[in-house]
């Protein structure tokens, strides 16, 4: 979303320490992303269905493991992919402002979740 010079030269409330601030959080939960990622690939690696080494349920177990690994896999890219936006917005001047609306996101809700990329007027729908 292009905003006029008049709405990005009038950012209220995002002066030089929050920018410092946000940023020093989105980059740190990116580091946690990271390191939960270099943990959760053993459980992603493929099953071993050996008969004879291992029972039924347990190989069952296993494979509902792997299923839950693979699911928080997808939901860590998510969450990197949304923070690395939130990036983007803080270098293009655009961050703490609704996508949808172009009104300004609480600094509350963006201290919540500084990849928050809606107000949430616009978030309820």
Known sequence: MVK???????????????EV???DLIQARLAEI?????LGEAGQATVELDQQSVGRLSRMDALQYQAM???QATRRRSEKTRLKAALGR??????????DCGDEISL?????DPAAAKCISCAKG
């Open 34 to 38: 990271a390191q939960e990622d270099a």
């Open 108 to 112: 509350k809700r963006l201290e919540l």
């Open 4 to 18: 006029c010079k008049a709405v990005i030269a009038g950012i209220s409330k995002l002066n030089a320490t929050d």
């Open 21 to 23: 601030k946000f940023r």
């Open 69 to 71: 690994a693979k699911a």
């Open 90 to 99: 803080l270098e293009e001047g655009e961050f703490g402002y609704c996508d």
